[in-house]
Protein backbone atom coordinates (compact mmCIF):
# COMPACT_ATOMS: atom_id res chain seq x y z
CA UNK A 1 0.00 0.00 0.00
CA UNK A 2 1.54 3.25 -1.11
CA UNK A 3 0.34 6.25 1.40
CA UNK A 4 -0.25 9.80 0.00
CA UNK A 5 2.28 11.26 2.22
CA UNK A 6 5.09 9.14 0.71
CA UNK A 7 4.31 10.77 -2.60
CA UNK A 8 6.47 13.38 -4.23
CA UNK A 9 4.78 16.30 -5.47
CA UNK A 10 5.55 15.94 -9.01
CA UNK A 11 3.41 12.75 -8.81
CA UNK A 12 0.45 14.03 -6.74
CA UNK A 13 0.17 16.66 -9.68
CA UNK A 14 0.44 14.26 -11.88
CA UNK A 15 2.87 16.81 -14.00
CA UNK A 16 5.43 14.68 -16.14
CA UNK A 17 5.50 17.19 -19.25
CA UNK A 18 5.47 16.06 -23.05
CA UNK A 19 8.33 16.06 -24.98
CA UNK A 20 8.19 19.07 -27.47
CA UNK A 21 8.65 15.85 -30.64
CA UNK A 22 5.65 14.23 -29.58
CA UNK A 23 3.92 17.48 -29.45
CA UNK A 24 4.68 18.66 -32.44
CA UNK A 25 3.27 15.37 -34.27
CA UNK A 26 0.22 15.73 -32.08
CA UNK A 27 -0.33 19.43 -33.38
CA UNK A 28 0.44 18.37 -36.74
CA UNK A 29 -2.35 15.47 -36.87
CA UNK A 30 -5.09 18.37 -35.49
CA UNK A 31 -4.14 20.64 -37.72
CA UNK A 32 -5.21 18.58 -40.98
CA UNK A 33 -8.90 19.65 -40.26
CA UNK A 34 -8.01 23.38 -39.88
CA UNK A 35 -9.46 23.57 -35.81
CA UNK A 36 -10.92 26.47 -35.06
CA UNK A 37 -11.62 25.84 -31.02
CA UNK A 38 -9.02 23.60 -29.68
CA UNK A 39 -9.10 22.53 -25.69
CA UNK A 40 -5.96 21.41 -23.62
CA UNK A 41 -7.58 20.49 -20.49
CA UNK A 42 -3.95 20.25 -18.76
CA UNK A 43 -1.82 22.77 -20.14
CA UNK A 44 0.99 22.81 -17.68
CA UNK A 45 2.95 25.42 -18.63
CA UNK A 46 1.83 25.69 -22.22
CA UNK A 47 4.02 22.61 -23.85
CA UNK A 48 1.72 22.21 -26.77
CA UNK A 49 0.80 25.93 -27.48
CA UNK A 50 5.13 25.74 -29.01
CA UNK A 51 3.71 22.70 -30.78
CA UNK A 52 0.96 24.61 -32.44
CA UNK A 53 2.57 27.83 -33.33
CA UNK A 54 5.68 25.37 -34.95
CA UNK A 55 3.14 23.44 -37.28
CA UNK A 56 1.35 27.06 -38.00
CA UNK A 57 -2.51 26.97 -38.66
CA UNK A 58 -3.41 27.61 -35.61
CA UNK A 59 -3.03 31.63 -35.53
CA UNK A 60 -6.85 32.27 -35.84
CA UNK A 61 -8.31 29.26 -33.90
CA UNK A 62 -9.16 29.93 -30.45
CA UNK A 63 -7.51 27.57 -27.26
CA UNK A 64 -8.76 27.40 -24.14
CA UNK A 65 -6.36 25.72 -21.72
CA UNK A 66 -6.78 24.55 -17.90
CA UNK A 67 -4.40 24.20 -15.16
CA UNK A 68 -4.99 24.37 -11.63
CA UNK A 69 -1.20 25.72 -10.44
CA UNK A 70 -2.15 28.82 -10.82
CA UNK A 71 1.75 30.52 -11.71
CA UNK A 72 2.43 27.26 -14.42
CA UNK A 73 -1.26 28.97 -15.34
CA UNK A 74 0.50 32.48 -15.52
CA UNK A 75 3.64 30.65 -17.67
CA UNK A 76 1.26 29.16 -19.73
CA UNK A 77 -0.66 32.41 -21.10
CA UNK A 78 2.84 34.64 -21.48
CA UNK A 79 4.16 31.39 -23.23
CA UNK A 80 0.71 31.88 -25.94
CA UNK A 81 1.09 35.58 -25.71
CA UNK A 82 4.61 35.42 -26.80
CA UNK A 83 3.71 33.23 -29.65
CA UNK A 84 0.85 34.89 -30.93
CA UNK A 85 -1.72 32.39 -30.26
CA UNK A 86 -5.62 33.81 -29.36
CA UNK A 87 -5.64 31.85 -25.85
CA UNK A 88 -7.80 31.59 -22.90
CA UNK A 89 -5.96 29.98 -19.92
CA UNK A 90 -8.27 29.56 -16.64
CA UNK A 91 -6.55 28.45 -13.48
CA UNK A 92 -9.29 26.15 -12.84
CA UNK A 93 -10.82 22.44 -12.13
CA UNK A 94 -11.03 21.22 -16.02
CA UNK A 95 -13.30 18.61 -14.83
CA UNK A 96 -15.74 20.80 -12.96
CA UNK A 97 -15.70 23.61 -15.98
CA UNK A 98 -16.57 20.17 -18.22
CA UNK A 99 -19.51 19.33 -16.15
CA UNK A 100 -21.26 22.64 -15.76
CA UNK A 101 -20.91 23.01 -19.97
CA UNK A 102 -21.31 19.46 -20.89
CA UNK A 103 -24.30 20.71 -22.61
CA UNK A 104 -23.32 24.03 -23.87
CA UNK A 105 -23.14 23.89 -27.61
CA UNK A 106 -20.88 27.05 -28.22
CA UNK A 107 -18.58 24.98 -25.38
CA UNK A 108 -17.81 22.30 -28.21
CA UNK A 109 -14.52 22.22 -29.23
CA UNK A 110 -13.09 21.00 -32.55
CA UNK A 111 -9.31 19.99 -31.49
CA UNK A 112 -8.73 18.35 -27.96
CA UNK A 113 -4.72 17.82 -27.56
CA UNK A 114 -2.45 17.32 -24.14
CA UNK A 115 -1.32 14.75 -21.77
CA UNK A 116 -3.78 14.55 -18.77
CA UNK A 117 -2.52 13.91 -15.20
CA UNK A 118 -1.17 10.42 -14.14
CA UNK A 119 -3.05 10.49 -10.30
CA UNK A 120 -4.49 7.39 -8.76
CA UNK A 121 -7.55 8.13 -7.41
CA UNK A 122 -6.89 7.49 -4.09
CA UNK A 123 -4.68 10.51 -3.92
CA UNK A 124 -6.93 13.11 -5.76
CA UNK A 125 -8.11 15.68 -2.91
CA UNK A 126 -11.80 14.76 -2.23
CA UNK A 127 -13.99 17.52 -4.69
CA UNK A 128 -11.55 15.67 -7.40
CA UNK A 129 -12.85 12.32 -6.41
CA UNK A 130 -16.38 13.49 -6.56
CA UNK A 131 -16.68 14.78 -9.80
CA UNK A 132 -14.35 12.17 -11.47
CA UNK A 133 -17.49 10.17 -10.09
CA UNK A 134 -19.71 12.56 -11.75
CA UNK A 135 -18.22 12.74 -15.54
CA UNK A 136 -18.53 8.48 -15.34
CA UNK A 137 -22.17 9.18 -14.02
CA UNK A 138 -23.31 11.66 -16.84
CA UNK A 139 -22.46 9.54 -19.65
CA UNK A 140 -24.21 6.47 -17.56
CA UNK A 141 -20.92 4.65 -17.42
CA UNK A 142 -19.58 2.16 -14.31
CA UNK A 143 -17.16 3.45 -12.41
CA UNK A 144 -14.32 2.02 -9.89
CA UNK A 145 -12.23 3.92 -7.47
CA UNK A 146 -9.77 2.03 -8.86
CA UNK A 147 -9.47 4.77 -11.90
CA UNK A 148 -6.88 7.54 -12.28
CA UNK A 149 -7.49 11.10 -13.23
CA UNK A 150 -6.08 10.86 -17.00
CA UNK A 151 -9.48 8.37 -17.40
CA UNK A 152 -12.62 10.93 -16.82
CA UNK A 153 -9.76 14.13 -17.97
CA UNK A 154 -10.50 11.86 -21.30
CA UNK A 155 -14.29 11.06 -21.25
CA UNK A 156 -14.83 15.01 -20.10
CA UNK A 157 -12.53 16.02 -23.24
CA UNK A 158 -14.48 13.49 -25.79
CA UNK A 159 -18.11 14.95 -24.38
CA UNK A 160 -16.43 18.41 -25.41
CA UNK A 161 -15.17 17.12 -29.12
CA UNK A 162 -17.58 18.16 -31.53
CA UNK A 163 -18.87 15.27 -34.02
CA UNK A 164 -15.95 14.44 -36.34
CA UNK A 165 -13.50 16.11 -34.11
CA UNK A 166 -9.95 15.03 -33.56
CA UNK A 167 -8.81 14.12 -29.91
CA UNK A 168 -4.87 13.50 -29.32
CA UNK A 169 -3.64 12.98 -26.13
CA UNK A 170 -0.24 11.04 -24.57
CA UNK A 171 -1.78 9.23 -21.81
CA UNK A 172 -0.10 5.83 -20.03
CA UNK A 173 0.06 2.77 -21.70
CA UNK A 174 -2.08 1.17 -19.15
CA UNK A 175 -5.37 2.64 -21.31
CA UNK A 176 -4.30 -1.04 -23.37
CA UNK A 177 -5.08 -3.22 -20.24
CA UNK A 178 -6.35 -1.96 -17.12
CA UNK A 179 -9.71 -3.11 -15.87
CA UNK A 180 -10.19 0.63 -14.56
CA UNK A 181 -10.05 1.94 -18.04
CA UNK A 182 -13.23 -0.60 -19.78
CA UNK A 183 -15.47 2.25 -19.53
CA UNK A 184 -13.39 4.34 -21.40
CA UNK A 185 -12.33 2.09 -23.72
CA UNK A 186 -16.07 1.23 -24.32
CA UNK A 187 -17.02 4.60 -24.62
CA UNK A 188 -14.16 5.33 -27.37
CA UNK A 189 -15.24 2.17 -29.43
CA UNK A 190 -19.05 3.27 -29.58
CA UNK A 191 -18.06 7.17 -29.98
CA UNK A 192 -15.30 7.35 -32.52
CA UNK A 193 -14.87 6.68 -36.27
CA UNK A 194 -11.49 5.21 -35.50
CA UNK A 195 -8.82 4.96 -32.80
CA UNK A 196 -4.72 4.82 -32.92
CA UNK A 197 -2.57 3.69 -30.94
CA UNK A 198 1.00 4.71 -31.23
CA UNK A 199 2.98 2.48 -28.95
CA UNK A 200 6.40 2.68 -28.31
CA UNK A 201 8.92 -0.14 -27.42
CA UNK A 202 10.71 2.49 -25.12
CA UNK A 203 9.98 5.18 -21.99
CA UNK A 204 8.94 8.88 -23.32
CA UNK A 205 9.40 9.97 -19.67
CA UNK A 206 12.15 9.98 -17.54
CA UNK A 207 12.65 9.45 -14.37
CA UNK A 208 8.94 6.88 -13.67
CA UNK A 209 8.65 3.42 -15.06
CA UNK A 210 5.43 4.18 -16.19
CA UNK A 211 4.87 3.33 -20.22
CA UNK A 212 3.38 5.74 -22.41
CA UNK A 213 1.56 5.79 -25.30
CA UNK A 214 -0.54 8.51 -27.91
CA UNK A 215 -4.35 8.26 -28.52
CA UNK A 216 -5.24 9.52 -31.64
CA UNK A 217 -8.99 8.95 -31.95
CA UNK A 218 -11.55 10.68 -34.94
CA UNK A 219 -15.59 11.07 -33.26
CA UNK A 220 -17.72 10.03 -35.63
CA UNK A 221 -20.12 12.50 -37.85
CA UNK A 222 -23.32 10.63 -36.49
CA UNK A 223 -24.86 7.51 -35.52
CA UNK A 224 -24.83 6.33 -39.18
CA UNK A 225 -21.19 6.80 -39.79
CA UNK A 226 -19.37 3.32 -39.07
CA UNK A 227 -17.22 2.67 -35.93
CA UNK A 228 -13.78 1.13 -37.93
CA UNK A 229 -12.42 0.08 -34.63
CA UNK A 230 -9.38 0.52 -33.41
CA UNK A 231 -5.58 0.29 -35.09
CA UNK A 232 -2.11 -0.61 -33.06
CA UNK A 233 1.06 1.06 -34.33
CA UNK A 234 4.13 -0.34 -32.58
CA UNK A 235 7.31 1.65 -33.04
CA UNK A 236 11.01 1.84 -32.57
CA UNK A 237 12.84 4.91 -31.33
CA UNK A 238 11.48 8.28 -32.92
CA UNK A 239 11.32 7.69 -36.86
CA UNK A 240 7.60 7.68 -37.08
CA UNK A 241 7.72 11.22 -36.19
CA UNK A 242 9.08 11.76 -39.87
CA UNK A 243 5.69 10.40 -41.10
CA UNK A 244 2.66 12.45 -42.25
CA UNK A 245 0.44 12.30 -39.48
CA UNK A 246 -2.63 11.24 -42.24
CA UNK A 247 -0.67 8.15 -42.97
CA UNK A 248 0.50 6.89 -39.61
CA UNK A 249 -3.68 7.10 -38.91
CA UNK A 250 -4.37 5.42 -41.58
CA UNK A 251 -1.58 2.81 -42.02
CA UNK A 252 -2.80 -0.05 -39.21
CA UNK A 253 -5.17 -2.49 -39.79
CA UNK A 254 -8.59 -1.07 -37.65
CA UNK A 255 -9.97 -4.66 -35.58
CA UNK A 256 -13.51 -4.17 -33.97
CA UNK A 257 -16.01 -6.26 -32.27
CA UNK A 258 -14.53 -8.05 -28.92
CA UNK A 259 -10.84 -6.38 -29.66
CA UNK A 260 -12.48 -2.92 -28.78
CA UNK A 261 -15.38 -4.01 -26.44
CA UNK A 262 -12.85 -5.84 -24.04
CA UNK A 263 -8.93 -5.49 -23.83
CA UNK A 264 -7.06 -3.75 -26.39
CA UNK A 265 -4.07 -5.97 -25.95
CA UNK A 266 -5.52 -8.28 -28.67
CA UNK A 267 -5.16 -5.67 -31.05
CA UNK A 268 -1.21 -5.91 -30.22
CA UNK A 269 -1.43 -9.60 -31.97
CA UNK A 270 -1.22 -10.34 -35.71
CA UNK A 271 -4.21 -11.26 -37.03
CA UNK A 272 -3.37 -15.38 -37.82
CA UNK A 273 -2.46 -15.53 -33.92
CA UNK A 274 -5.77 -13.64 -32.65
CA UNK A 275 -7.54 -16.01 -35.35
CA UNK A 276 -5.92 -19.07 -33.71
CA UNK A 277 -6.64 -18.04 -30.31
CA UNK A 278 -9.98 -17.63 -31.21
CA UNK A 279 -9.81 -21.37 -32.41
CA UNK A 280 -8.32 -23.16 -29.77
CA UNK A 281 -11.07 -21.45 -26.86
CA UNK A 282 -13.67 -23.56 -28.85
CA UNK A 283 -11.35 -26.97 -28.63
CA UNK A 284 -13.45 -29.04 -26.64
CA UNK A 285 -10.00 -29.93 -24.18
CA UNK A 286 -9.66 -26.02 -23.58
CA UNK A 287 -11.92 -24.84 -20.62
CA UNK A 288 -11.90 -21.30 -18.89
CA UNK A 289 -10.27 -21.95 -15.50
CA UNK A 290 -13.38 -20.68 -13.62
CA UNK A 291 -14.60 -24.39 -15.37
CA UNK A 292 -12.27 -26.42 -13.58
CA UNK A 293 -10.85 -24.62 -10.63
CA UNK A 294 -12.33 -22.44 -7.99
CA UNK A 295 -10.36 -19.09 -7.23
CA UNK A 296 -10.36 -16.80 -3.80
CA UNK A 297 -8.27 -14.46 -2.48
CA UNK A 298 -5.20 -15.36 -0.32
CA UNK A 299 -5.08 -14.64 3.55
CA UNK A 300 -5.42 -11.03 4.35
CA UNK A 301 -3.77 -10.01 7.42
CA UNK A 302 -3.65 -6.25 7.91
CA UNK A 303 0.14 -6.14 8.94
CA UNK A 304 1.92 -8.72 7.01
CA UNK A 305 4.98 -8.11 8.43
CA UNK A 306 3.49 -8.74 11.80
CA UNK A 307 1.70 -11.81 10.92
CA UNK A 308 4.29 -13.67 8.82
CA UNK A 309 8.01 -14.41 10.43
CA UNK A 310 11.29 -16.32 10.38
CA UNK A 311 11.96 -19.03 13.06
CA UNK A 312 14.12 -16.84 14.48
CA UNK A 313 11.30 -14.01 15.98
CA UNK A 314 9.38 -17.78 16.57
CA UNK A 315 12.19 -19.03 18.95
CA UNK A 316 12.41 -15.48 20.66
CA UNK A 317 9.34 -15.07 21.37
CA UNK A 318 8.23 -18.49 21.65
CA UNK A 319 5.53 -18.41 19.28
CA UNK A 320 5.93 -22.39 17.81
CA UNK A 321 2.01 -22.98 18.93
CA UNK A 322 0.59 -20.52 16.66
CA UNK A 323 3.37 -20.96 13.62
CA UNK A 324 2.13 -22.93 10.57
CA UNK A 325 4.04 -23.03 7.14
CA UNK A 326 3.15 -20.54 4.91
CA UNK A 327 4.89 -18.72 1.28
CA UNK A 328 3.86 -15.64 -0.54
CA UNK A 329 6.70 -14.61 -2.92
CA UNK A 330 8.50 -16.03 -6.14
CA UNK A 331 11.36 -16.59 -4.33
CA UNK A 332 9.89 -18.89 -1.87
CA UNK A 333 8.53 -21.34 -4.64
CA UNK A 334 10.59 -20.92 -8.06
CA UNK A 335 9.37 -24.39 -9.64
CA UNK A 336 5.33 -25.49 -8.94
CA UNK A 337 6.07 -27.44 -6.16
CA UNK A 338 5.75 -26.34 -2.88
CA UNK A 339 7.02 -29.38 -0.45
CA UNK A 340 8.59 -30.08 2.73
CA UNK A 341 12.87 -29.71 1.12
CA UNK A 342 11.66 -26.37 -0.12
CA UNK A 343 10.07 -25.04 3.40
CA UNK A 344 13.18 -25.68 4.73
CA UNK A 345 15.30 -24.57 2.09
CA UNK A 346 13.52 -21.32 2.74
CA UNK A 347 13.73 -21.26 6.84
CA UNK A 348 17.33 -21.96 6.18
CA UNK A 349 17.64 -18.22 4.26
CA UNK A 350 15.87 -16.81 7.12
CA UNK A 351 13.18 -16.00 5.13
CA UNK A 352 9.27 -15.31 6.82
CA UNK A 353 8.01 -18.73 6.66
CA UNK A 354 5.46 -18.70 9.52
CA UNK A 355 2.05 -17.09 9.65
CA UNK A 356 0.96 -16.46 13.06
CA UNK A 357 -2.34 -17.67 13.81
CA UNK A 358 -3.21 -16.56 17.53
CA UNK A 359 -6.49 -18.31 18.27
CA UNK A 360 -6.62 -17.80 21.51
CA UNK A 361 -7.32 -14.86 23.88
CA UNK A 362 -4.29 -12.37 24.81
CA UNK A 363 -4.77 -13.24 28.51
CA UNK A 364 -4.46 -16.95 28.26
CA UNK A 365 -1.24 -16.83 26.08
CA UNK A 366 2.17 -16.85 27.89
CA UNK A 367 4.05 -13.46 28.59
CA UNK A 368 6.51 -13.71 25.46
CA UNK A 369 3.68 -13.90 23.30
CA UNK A 370 1.66 -11.16 24.92
CA UNK A 371 4.78 -8.97 24.38
CA UNK A 372 4.91 -9.83 20.83
CA UNK A 373 1.14 -8.44 20.34
CA UNK A 374 2.21 -5.77 22.83
CA UNK A 375 5.02 -5.03 19.97
CA UNK A 376 2.64 -4.96 17.53
CA UNK A 377 0.06 -2.41 19.14
CA UNK A 378 3.06 0.08 20.03
CA UNK A 379 3.40 0.13 16.39
CA UNK A 380 -0.23 0.99 16.24
CA UNK A 381 -1.03 -2.17 14.18
CA UNK A 382 -4.35 -2.78 16.17
CA UNK A 383 -5.46 0.76 14.15
CA UNK A 384 -4.74 -0.13 10.51
CA UNK A 385 -8.17 -1.27 8.74
CA UNK A 386 -8.29 -4.59 8.39
CA UNK A 387 -6.65 -5.40 11.47
CA UNK A 388 -9.44 -2.82 13.49
CA UNK A 389 -12.58 -4.33 11.89
CA UNK A 390 -12.05 -7.79 13.99
CA UNK A 391 -11.99 -8.49 17.57
CA UNK A 392 -9.58 -8.92 18.67
CA UNK A 393 -7.56 -7.45 16.42
CA UNK A 394 -4.52 -9.89 16.32
CA UNK A 395 -6.67 -13.20 15.54
CA UNK A 396 -6.71 -13.42 11.25
CA UNK A 397 -10.12 -14.47 9.71
CA UNK A 398 -10.49 -16.70 7.28
CA UNK A 399 -7.87 -19.20 7.34
CA UNK A 400 -7.33 -22.38 5.46
CA UNK A 401 -5.00 -23.46 2.99
CA UNK A 402 -5.83 -25.18 -0.62
CA UNK A 403 -4.07 -27.75 -2.76
CA UNK A 404 -3.29 -24.91 -5.08
CA UNK A 405 -1.13 -21.84 -4.99
CA UNK A 406 -0.78 -19.28 -7.49
CA UNK A 407 1.05 -16.08 -6.58
CA UNK A 408 -0.92 -12.89 -7.41
CA UNK A 409 2.24 -11.43 -9.69
CA UNK A 410 4.53 -13.11 -12.24
CA UNK A 411 7.77 -11.60 -14.36
CA UNK A 412 7.45 -14.01 -17.62
CA UNK A 413 4.46 -16.00 -17.02
CA UNK A 414 1.78 -16.82 -13.89
CA UNK A 415 2.44 -20.76 -12.17
CA UNK A 416 0.04 -23.06 -10.52
CA UNK A 417 2.01 -24.35 -7.43
CA UNK A 418 1.41 -27.91 -6.13
CA UNK A 419 0.78 -27.48 -2.11
CA UNK A 420 1.96 -31.09 -0.86
CA UNK A 421 2.53 -29.44 2.23
CA UNK A 422 -1.04 -27.26 2.93
CA UNK A 423 0.76 -24.16 3.27
CA UNK A 424 -0.72 -20.59 4.15
CA UNK A 425 -1.02 -17.98 1.50
CA UNK A 426 -1.30 -14.35 2.36
CA UNK A 427 -3.28 -12.12 0.06
CA UNK A 428 0.37 -11.87 -2.41
CA UNK A 429 -1.16 -15.10 -3.71
CA UNK A 430 -4.63 -16.95 -3.97
CA UNK A 431 -6.11 -20.31 -2.87
CA UNK A 432 -7.07 -22.80 -6.00
CA UNK A 433 -9.58 -25.74 -5.27
CA UNK A 434 -9.67 -28.17 -8.55
CA UNK A 435 -12.45 -29.68 -9.63
CA UNK A 436 -13.36 -32.06 -12.62
CA UNK A 437 -9.35 -32.84 -12.68
CA UNK A 438 -6.68 -33.55 -10.35
CA UNK A 439 -4.31 -31.15 -8.67
CA UNK A 440 -1.16 -32.51 -10.15
CA UNK A 441 -2.86 -32.61 -13.61
CA UNK A 442 -4.06 -28.92 -13.76
CA UNK A 443 -0.71 -27.81 -12.09
CA UNK A 444 1.31 -29.65 -15.13
CA UNK A 445 -1.25 -28.15 -17.49
CA UNK A 446 -1.47 -24.87 -16.60
CA UNK A 447 2.18 -24.47 -18.05
CA UNK A 448 2.46 -24.07 -21.73
CA UNK A 449 2.29 -21.15 -24.73
CA UNK A 450 -1.72 -21.35 -24.43
CA UNK A 451 -2.21 -20.23 -21.48
CA UNK A 452 0.89 -18.25 -20.79
CA UNK A 453 -0.76 -15.96 -24.11
CA UNK A 454 -4.24 -16.22 -22.47
CA UNK A 455 -2.69 -14.47 -19.26
CA UNK A 456 -1.12 -11.51 -21.24
CA UNK A 457 -4.34 -11.25 -22.66
CA UNK A 458 -6.40 -10.85 -19.43
CA UNK A 459 -3.84 -9.27 -17.33
CA UNK A 460 -2.37 -6.09 -16.60
CA UNK A 461 1.12 -4.87 -15.97
CA UNK A 462 2.12 -1.66 -14.66
CA UNK A 463 5.70 0.13 -14.29
CA UNK A 464 8.23 -2.60 -14.32
CA UNK A 465 6.87 -4.67 -16.29
CA UNK A 466 5.38 -6.66 -13.79
CA UNK A 467 1.98 -9.10 -14.85
CA UNK A 468 -0.63 -9.04 -12.45
CA UNK A 469 -4.02 -11.00 -12.13
CA UNK A 470 -6.81 -10.35 -10.01
CA UNK A 471 -9.53 -13.29 -9.57
CA UNK A 472 -11.80 -12.21 -12.39
CA UNK A 473 -9.36 -12.48 -14.89
CA UNK A 474 -7.57 -15.47 -13.61
CA UNK A 475 -11.14 -17.37 -13.98
CA UNK A 476 -11.12 -16.48 -18.05
CA UNK A 477 -7.28 -17.92 -18.54
CA UNK A 478 -7.98 -20.44 -21.17
CA UNK A 479 -6.01 -23.85 -19.81
CA UNK A 480 -5.78 -27.06 -22.22
CA UNK A 481 -6.28 -30.51 -20.32
CA UNK A 482 -6.25 -33.83 -22.42
CA UNK A 483 -6.10 -37.13 -21.50
CA UNK A 484 -3.57 -38.02 -24.15
CA UNK A 485 -1.29 -35.01 -22.26
CA UNK A 486 1.20 -36.89 -19.69
CA UNK A 487 3.56 -34.39 -17.34
CA UNK A 488 6.17 -35.70 -15.22
CA UNK A 489 5.30 -32.73 -12.39
CA UNK A 490 8.84 -33.27 -10.82
CA UNK A 491 10.95 -32.77 -14.26
CA UNK A 492 8.56 -29.71 -15.09
CA UNK A 493 9.53 -28.59 -11.59
CA UNK A 494 12.91 -28.85 -12.23
CA UNK A 495 13.32 -27.36 -16.00
CA UNK A 496 11.14 -24.29 -14.20
CA UNK A 497 14.15 -23.88 -12.03
CA UNK A 498 16.95 -24.29 -14.15
CA UNK A 499 15.50 -23.67 -17.61
CA UNK A 500 14.58 -19.95 -19.56
CA UNK A 501 10.91 -18.94 -19.69
CA UNK A 502 10.64 -19.85 -23.55
CA UNK A 503 12.04 -23.07 -23.47
CA UNK A 504 9.93 -24.25 -20.63
CA UNK A 505 6.88 -23.81 -22.72
CA UNK A 506 7.92 -24.58 -25.46
CA UNK A 507 8.96 -28.28 -24.72
CA UNK A 508 5.19 -28.06 -23.03
CA UNK A 509 3.43 -26.63 -25.45
CA UNK A 510 4.85 -30.09 -27.78
CA UNK A 511 3.29 -31.96 -25.42
CA UNK A 512 0.46 -30.38 -24.08
CA UNK A 513 -0.93 -27.94 -27.24
CA UNK A 514 0.47 -31.27 -29.63
CA UNK A 515 -1.98 -33.31 -27.56
CA UNK A 516 -4.55 -31.17 -29.17
CA UNK A 517 -4.32 -31.75 -32.11
CA UNK A 518 -1.88 -28.68 -32.92
CA UNK A 519 1.08 -28.76 -35.63
CA UNK A 520 4.46 -27.36 -34.66
CA UNK A 521 4.06 -24.26 -36.69
CA UNK A 522 0.93 -23.14 -34.64
CA UNK A 523 2.56 -24.10 -31.11
CA UNK A 524 5.68 -21.68 -32.32
CA UNK A 525 2.77 -19.02 -33.28
CA UNK A 526 1.48 -19.00 -29.84
CA UNK A 527 4.57 -19.08 -28.69
CA UNK A 528 5.39 -16.15 -30.05
CA UNK A 529 2.35 -14.23 -29.38
CA UNK A 530 3.12 -14.81 -26.02
CA UNK A 531 6.62 -13.60 -26.23
CA UNK A 532 5.59 -10.75 -28.35
CA UNK A 533 3.50 -9.62 -25.47
CA UNK A 534 5.76 -10.33 -22.67
CA UNK A 535 8.71 -8.55 -24.58
CA UNK A 536 6.83 -5.72 -25.15
CA UNK A 537 5.59 -5.47 -21.51
CA UNK A 538 9.57 -5.74 -20.14
CA UNK A 539 9.80 -2.44 -22.57
CA UNK A 540 13.04 -5.04 -24.40
CA UNK A 541 13.60 -6.17 -27.86
CA UNK A 542 12.47 -9.44 -28.93
CA UNK A 543 15.54 -9.14 -31.03
CA UNK A 544 18.23 -8.07 -27.98
CA UNK A 545 16.49 -10.19 -25.14
CA UNK A 546 18.02 -12.78 -22.86
CA UNK A 547 15.26 -15.26 -21.56
CA UNK A 548 14.98 -15.19 -17.82
CA UNK A 549 13.93 -18.62 -16.21
Not at 41 to 58: I, K, L, Q, T
Not at 210 to 229: P, T, Y
Not at 258 to 277: D, H, I, M, N, Y
Request: net charge neutral.
Amino acid sequence: MNFIENMSAQKLRGGYYTPSDLAAFIARWVKEIGPKRVLEPSCGDGAFFGAMAEAGGFGKATIVGFELDVDEAGKAQSRANELDLKAEIRAEDFLSWAIEHADHRSAKFDAVVGNPPFVRYQYLPQPFQVRSEQIFGALDLPFTKHTNAWVPFVLASMTLLRPGGRLAMVVPAEIIHVTHAQSLRSYLGRECRRLVIIDPEDLWFDGTLQGAVILLAEKRQNEAEKAEGLGMFPVKGREFLNMKPADLFEAPQAINGKTVQGKWTRALLPLETRSLFDQLAEHDDVHRLKDIAKVDVGIVTGANKFFLVSDETVQSYKLAKWAHPMFGRSEHCPGVIYDERQHRANSAKGNPTNFLWFKDRKEAMHATAQKYIANGEAEKLHTRYKCRIRSPWFTVPSVYATEIGMLKRSHDTPRLILNTLRAYTTDTAYRLRASKVVAEKLVGAFINPLTALSAELEGRHYGGGVLELVPSEIEKLLVPVSEDAEIDLQELDKGIRSMPTDMVLDKQGKTILGALGLSRADQRRVLEGWRGLRDRRHRTSSESLADDA
